[in-house]
């Protein structure tokens, strides 16, 4: 009987350790999963809170003539929680630096960029890196609006640093037509490739593991 009874005891264990087990993978990727959509969340209130911040400083002058992240930094137009420190040995130079992250933990880079001509920094882009590719489709599919009040002007997706994409977006005011080399720059109201991204355009777009994003506003 004692023996019976040593062996029940020992299939129970190993099926409360097979449950747990079950459980615990479940649970790993449920958590997964609730990060991915809370980091992609912080993303956009990330973008919009810079954006309208930048907006407005600059709204009595035509330009965004200036703009870097040193002076977004200093301007106070960042999020406290997106400033990372680099240790003078890891970023090369004599003392520290300050980058500004986003929700990931990739880059941001923020500049004035032209809006229809050569040198008019009539508009800004916001660089986001190292987007995964399933929050890049989520991104991607979300509407940032497309009125004046938005001040959205295109959108750039693809692979690599996004930081690259500054002179895919310049100049860049009219139909996308225009620009049939580089289809994953999208515009409000285009009708070809218009803002929100398609589920099919954004795939397409966002096709790495890491992706770069890019937001121009005017």
């Not at 449950?19 to 992609?40: E, H, R």
Request: proline content about 2%; charged content about 15%.
């Amino acid at each position: 009987m004692r023996v019976n009874e040593q062996g029940r005891s020992m299939i129970e264990m190993l099926g409360v350790l097979a449950i747990v087990g079950v459980l615990s993978v479940g649970g790993i990727a449920g958590y997964s999963k609730a990060m991915n959509k809370f980091k992609t969340n912080k993303v956009s209130d990330q973008v919009q809170m810079i954006s309208t911040n930048i907006r407005t400083l600059f709204s009595s002058q035509r330009t965004y003539s200036g703009l870097t992240n040193g002076m977004a930094v200093q301007a106070g137009l960042i999020p406290t929680e997106m400033y990372e420190t680099v240790s003078a040995s890891a970023s090369g130079s004599v003392s520290a630096e300050l980058r500004i992250v986003n929700a990931f933990g990739g880059e941001v880079v923020i500049q004035a960029v032209d809006q229809s001509d050569d040198g008019d920094e009539m508009a800004f882009a916001l660089s986001f890196d190292q987007i995964p590719q399933s929050a890049c489709v989520s991104i991607a599919t979300t509407d940032w609006g497309g009125d004046a009040g938005s001040g959205l002007a295109a959108m750039w997706i693809g692979a690599g640093a996004s930081g690259s994409a500054e002179g895919n977006i310049d100049n860049i005011s009219g139909p996308t037509s225009s620009y049939t080399a580089n289809t994953n720059i999208h515009l409000p109201g285009d009708t070809d490739h218009g803002l929100p991204y398609s589920i099919v355009d954004a795939n397409a777009a966002c096709a790495q593991s890491l992706n770069g994003v890019v937001w121009k506003y005017f």
